[in-house]
Nanobody, 117 residues
């Protein structure tokens, strides 16, 4: 059974940082591309970033480029999202997803990030 379990969310002040983690199980993590997606209150899903299986390639949405960085540790079956210079508009539930082109076929339960003073 595929499981994706996110952690690391919370309340942070504008300008602050958080690192999200996603521990994967039930599939061969090191062979799969992975993505982060978020959903802000009252809004639709927004793709944030994708990293390929060996972390040699990654991409980020324009809205987070230069502030967020996706990474992975295949030995630990863990995906990360380092978020710096956080803004109130980054407030959302963040989901870790398994990327099986062209779909995101498995999703975690999400972790809440709130950016507020």
């Amino acid at each position: 059974e595929v499981q994706l379990v996110e952690s690391g969310g919370g309340l942070v002040q504008p300008g602050g940082s958080l690192r999200l983690s996603c521990v994967a199980s039930g599939f061969t993590f090191s062979t799969q591309a992975m993505s982060w997606v978020r959903q802000a209150p009252g809004k639709g899903l927004e793709w944030i970033s994708t990293v390929n299986s060996d972390a040699s390639l990654s991409s980020h949405a324009d809205s987070v480029k230069g502030r967020f960085t996706v990474s992975r540790d295949n030995a630990k079956s863990t995906l990360y999202l380092q978020m710096n210079s956080l803004k109130p508009e980054d407030t959302a539930v963040y989901y870790c997803t398994k990327y099986n082109y062209p779909d995101m076929d498995y999703w975690g339960q999400g972790t809440q990030v709130t950016v507020s003073s």
